[in-house]
Nanobody
Framework: QVQLVESGGGVVQAGGSLRLSCAAS????????IGWFRQALGEERVFAAG????????SYADSVKGRFTISRDNAKNTVFLQMDNLKPEDTAVYYC?????????????????WGQGTQVTVSS
C-alpha cells in the first residue's frame, strides 16, 4: 500500500510554469507506476502524464505533450510534473495516482491509490 500527497499547485499567468510534486509513503514505491490526472470543474478526470515503474518511460496526453515533463526520484519516493507554457485550459485539480501495473494506463480506473489533489489555476 502507498499513500500519496501532492503539492506545488497555485495560481500562475498563461505562459508561466509550475512544478508539482507527488510524495509517497509506504513500501516499494519504485514498483509503482505513477499517473498524473487532472479534473476541471464539471468535467471528468483525465490522464495528463504517467511514468512506468518498469521501463521508466514517460507517457503524455496529446494536450500536454511538449509542455509537461514527468520524472521520478525513487530515492526520495517522489514523482514530479514540470509544467511549462501553461494555458488557461490547464486549470484543474491535479491528482497523482499509483498502480502496481508495469504499464502506464490512461484510464483512471486502473489506479488504486490517489492523493488528495492540488489546484492549478492559469489566468489569461
Amino acid at each position: 500500500q502507498v499513500q500519496l500527497v501532492e503539492s506545488g499547485g497555485g495560481v500562475v499567468q498563461a505562459g508561466g510554469s509550475l512544478r508539482l510534486s507527488c510524495a509517497a509513503s509506504g513500501r516499494a514505491f519504485s514498483r509503482y507506476t505513477i499517473g498524473w490526472f487532472r479534473q476541471a470543474l464539471g468535467e471528468e478526470r483525465v490522464f495528463a502524464a504517467g511514468i512506468s515503474w518498469s521501463s521508466g518511460a514517460p507517457s503524455y496526453a496529446d494536450s500536454v505533450k511538449g509542455r509537461f515533463t514527468i520524472s521520478r526520484d525513487n530515492a526520495k519516493n517522489t514523482v514530479f510534473l514540470q509544467m511549462d507554457n501553461l494555458k488557461p485550459e490547464d486549470t484543474a485539480v491535479y491528482y497523482c495516482a499509483a498502480d502496481r501495473s508495469p504499464y502506464t494506463g490512461y484510464a483512471y480506473t486502473q489506479y488504486n491509490y490517489w492523493g488528495q489533489g492540488t489546484q492549478v489555476t492559469v489566468s489569461s
